[in-house]
């Protein structure tokens, strides 16, 4: 009887703690985008890292710092367009708040690329604020869509935003005592 609670306690404690740390990890997404719906060939990648949930509920922000969407690390690289070329971090977007938007209408599923979900409406940097900072770095000019060199060069639209990390193996490997914990009460049962 005894043996059952702790089982049950330690399989109840390791389930909170392994969901807990993994819904606190940041998340990090893979950006890319492409000229091409413009007739140009430039294209753009990079990544984006957020300590918040902000893609998991509803929320519609405009002209805010990085820091206001939880947002720690950043960088886009730009290849073929006419000028604007390069690697662009964080610290190369000005003072805040630098115009970051998100407007997201409903909660997203993250296991699935964000772009062509329903309530993803729109994502950008630099998109209100007329100052992004670098004289070459990429900005918003209109939905999900960035022009390069200062919003004076080639347009270029998102085309794919996906998570590019998993949950680190602490997370799982407490999720899986967890779940053995709970496959060892029931077969106690049985």
């Known amino acids: 009887m005894i043996t059952t609670r702790l089982v049950k306690s330690l ?5 909170a703690l392994a969901l807990g740390s993994a819904q606190a990890s940041p998340v990090t997404f893979n950006l890319s985008y492409s000229g091409l719906s413009f007739g140009n060939e430039a294209v753009a990648t990079g990544f984006i890292t957020l300590e918040s949930d902000s893609f998991t509920h509803a ?14 690390a950043f960088q886009i ?16 977007f000005g003072a805040a ?27 950008n940097w630099c998109a209100i604020s007329a100052a992004c900072g670098s004289a070459s770095a990429p900005g918003g000019n209109a939905i999900f869509t960035i022009r390069t060199a200062a919003e004076t060069g080639d ?22 005592i967890a779940v053995a914990g709970l496959a060892a009460v029931r077969r106690r049962k049985q």
Do not use: C, H, K, Y
């Not at 690289?77 to 190369?92: E, K, P």
């Open 155 to 176: 347009q270029l639209r998102l085309t794919s935003m996906a998570v590019a990390n998993v949950p680190e193996p602490g997370s799982l490997a407490l999720l899986g």
């Open 11 to 15: 399989a109840a404690a390791g389930l």
């Open 59 to 72: 929320t519609n922000v405009g002209n805010v710092s990085p820091a206001a969407l939880g947002i720690t």
């Open 77 to 92: 690289t730009v290849n073929g367009a006419a000028g604007g070329n390069g690697t662009f971090q964080l610290s190369d």
């Open 97 to 123: 708040p630098n115009g970051w938007v998100l407007n997201v209408s409903q909660p997203l599923n993250l296991a699935l690329d964000l772009v062509g979900q329903i309530g993803f409406n729109d994502f």
